[in-house]
T-cell receptor
């Protein structure tokens, strides 16, 4: 498997700290917003999603916040671990036509011990 | 379940050559799709299928063909490879079009066209 991300913005955090990864989306009609994690050499992996009628959703150690007013999405990771090091993508589900996903460019999260 | 599998992992082609990237899933998913991933850019949808016998174009379909003769398989064909098609290709599947937000991705194929 492969991953791509030579020129991505990087967020560096210390192990145990909380991480916040931000994303701006484009389509105000999108009805789902999704976060994916891509580890080196692997395909993207679904983390969590949030419907457009929600502001916040929590999972295990992760929280997604949605601000529709400014078209902003964030992923918060609590107590970041070395295994969280990866590239994180946000995506929006466009309900038009074929429900396609529109992906952001990604952010690399580097966790230091 | 093996999930979504892709072959080959790596491929080098000369300009003008053709080839097929293979994708298979064993989860009985209706929806399958192909994306390409380029440096500094998010994944872009090439083609997708909502079920056997049904395919349609995504954002960047030019230079690629697909077919869906079975639920399990969704091959992507490069008709005449060009250097602009150098990329990492991911196949993905989901239970249905309604659950495309929860797609499962394969490990990817890195293609280099010289």
């Amino acid at each position: 498997g492969e991953s791509v991300g030579l020129h991505l913005p990087t967020l560096s955090v210390q192990e145990g700290d909380n991480s916040i990864i931000n994303c701006a989306y484009s389509n105000s009609a999108s009805d789902y917003f999704i976060w994916y994690k891509q580890e080196s050499g692997k395909g993207p992996q679904f983390i969590i999603d949030i419907r457009s009628n929600m502001d916040k959703r929590q999972g295990q150690r992760v929280t997604v916040l949605l601000n529709k007013t400014v078209k902003h999405l964030s992923l918060q990771i609590a107590a970041t671990q070395p295994g969280d090091s990866a590239v994180y993508f946000c995506a929006e589900k466009d309900p038009g036509g074929y429900n396609k996903l529109i992906f952001g460019a990604g952010t690399r999260l580097a966790v230091h011990p | 379940n093996a999930g979504v599998t892709q072959t080959p992992k790596f491929q080098v082609l000369k300009t003008g050559q053709s080839m097929t990237l293979q994708c298979a899933q064993d989860m009985n998913h209706e929806y399958m799709s192909w994306y390409r991933q380029d440096p500094g850019m998010g994944l872009r949808l090439i083609h997708y299928s909502v079920g056997a016998g049904i395919t349609d174009q995504g954002e960047v379909p030019n230079g690629y063909n697909v077919s869906r003769s079975t639920t399990e398989d969704f091959p992507l064909r490069l008709l005449s490879a060009a250097p602009s098609q150098t990329s990492v290709y991911f196949c993905a599947s989901s239970y249905s079009t309604a659950t495309v937000n929860e797609q499962y991705f394969g490990p990817g194929t890195r293609l280099t066209v010289t």
